[in-house]
């Protein structure tokens, strides 16, 4: 059975997009800021405001794509058989700056919880419950062929019933985020290479 992508979500310097509607525009905001995002999605989750920035635009990402009108995408799922896999470029590298400017005096523990990129895969599996097989790839550029190649392998051979996956990126500086929920079958697009890229590309 072909896997596809029941919905997605990009974030970029201008607005969040889901299904390739505009979800918010940062424009209407104070700023651009992750805070000032989640606020206008009315999230509700205290632990959000201690996690690192890549942490928070993926746990973003994640939150915006998988809830909404059309109820929660992964109800009636076995978390267990739920994956999550997510590429980034830059990881963790504006909080690891951070924490060796710490080491010279008291070395931070809030800054060393972040300084490894897969945390943003424990912070979203946590919040929604997920317990399947995760990855977390550090590609530069993005690689959709990669992550094609690890997803597909989860629908098909490991058991897995629907995968969060995508790109992740965040600096001071930047921003970038495209996430998918790929399942075995349903409502959508297939899941391959040209569609991944199309939808990146056009972020």
């Not at 523990?109 to 300084?115: D, E, I, N, R, S």
């Not at 399942?183 to 991944?196: A, M, Q, S, V, Y």
Request: charged share 20%; hydrophobic share 45%.
């Amino acid at each position: 059975m072909q896997p596809v992508i029941n919905h997605w979500i990009v974030i970029n310097e201008t607005s969040i997009i889901k299904d390739g509607s505009p979800l918010l525009l940062f424009n209407v905001l104070p700023d651009a800021t992750a805070e000032s995002a989640y606020r206008a999605l009315q999230c509700s989750y205290a632990k959000f405001f201690k996690m690192d920035l890549l942490c928070k635009w993926a746990w973003l990402g994640a939150e915006a794509l998988l809830s909404g009108n059309e109820g929660i995408a992964y109800e009636g799922l076995d978390k267990t058989k739920i994956a999550v896999v997510i590429t980034t470029s830059d990881g963790c590298i504006d909080v690891d700056k951070k924490y060796k400017a710490t080491i010279n005096e008291i070395a931070s523990p809030a800054l060393f919880v972040y300084t490894l990129p897969n945390i943003m895969l424990g912070e979203i599996s946590i919040r929604q419950g997920f317990k399947g097989e995760q990855a977390c790839l550090v590609n530069d550029p993005f690689d959709a062929n990669e992550l094609f190649f690890w997803v597909n392998d989860l629908l098909q051979s490991r058991n897995t019933d629907a995968c969060l996956c995508g790109f992740v990126n965040a600096t001071a500086t930047n921003k970038e985020v495209v996430l998918f929920w790929v399942t075995k079958g349903g409502n959508g697009i297939p899941f391959t290479t040209d569609n991944i890229n199309k939808i990146y590309n056009n972020a």
